[in-house]
């Protein structure tokens, strides 16, 4: 079961060519991902950096398809494996059928000295939960 | 030979953890990307993006350690192959001797509909010889 | 009668001092005005862009007060005045009664060449709508 | 005498309708007042963030042309007064002659919990210095 973040493309997102520049993409992937935490883990990220972080360790990406102002994105976040500090999520961005980009990511859980930190329980419960869920 | 391109870490790069923010890192990226086809290939963005472009269609990243505010980043750009219309490069940030972000990412050269082009002969045989050059 | 825009404060809004950093507040304010063409004006960007553009010709802005991490802003868009070819908005964003940044912006409506033209009577008549309507 | 800070319009500074999109200017906008804090004051904003920050308190904001993607602009930042803990900075950029936009800025020194402080002594005199000195 994918956790679903809509997002419109916005003006903001678009290059001279008209779609939208890749490191935009990151900062919409980084808003899926806070929403995510928030509403699928309930541990929203405004919590978490008082005390730690989850840093994104690695990523493989492809861009499949350009996208265009105006675009109703939908990222669909999934989790692929949960170790004791880290979680690899598989996050798709479709505009309805038609797949823009997929991204496999590990994040890590760290404290404030950048030190691995085993999840939480509860937060451990949850995105197993999320992950063996029916669709 | 690779294409080196000096980045402080400024305080817009930063996140409230005060370490550069992933997106940031490939605004940067974009940057060193940009001035290695103007500096190394004779070949500027503004000039590509009149009739064509360059998307970025897949990368694989290693983010190996946190980078913090005023660290002197060097980003090496390497060319590892080159196709008739595409070009792998490898790209790694180091503060210092201590690498902080290895990319490998694939560019695409294409037209305004986003269909495949051949690289100019110019171009290519610049991309080969900073692929063989010394080091 | 104002047009508001909700906007959560997002991690990458935030600056090492765990503060929005100041030009995100501007990437704010752009989406503020985009979903304002589009929702409550009926012409948005992504078909003003096809053949014409709005760019803001002149702002102040009062930075208030600072906004955190998880904050729930509110920006409120009412209209001040409508010229030929030119808008004067005040855009508020507060969080709760707290006002975090007031911006008198003037906006101009341009060719793609940059020269000025009229708004098309309805956009104008929806501008005007707004401006008088009650609160 | 203005502190001059070069800035290339780089890709990521552009719109869809090919032009700086506003926001990025402010990004551009800190970089030239970090550099002048560093270079000009001798005040780096990561030595300043250890302890301190000096955010932005006011803007008036003139766009008077646009800037095109390979533009070599032109920031200078000079000092228009000092307070106790605040000062004015103008600053204007331009790409050869042609001026495209024209701030008159508030920046305030304040402590970890915001309120103001003086500046130090050293940094008050090189503000002085760079407000009188010759052009």
Known sequence: MAFTFPQKVLFKHCDPAGIVFYPRYFEMLN??????????????????????????????????????????????????AVGRSSVTLRTQARCGADLRMAVDHVLVHVDRDGRPQPWPARVRGAMEGVMDGPE
Chains 1, 2, 3, 4 share one sequence.
């Open 31 to 80: 808003d899926a991902v806070e929403a995510f935490f928030d509403a699928a883990l309930g541990w929203p990220f405004e919590v978490i950096h008082a005390e730690a972080a989850v840093p994104t360790a690695s990523m493989q990406v492809q861009f499949t398809a350009p996208s265009r102002h105006g675009d109703a994105l939908v990222f669909e976040v999934a989790v692929q």
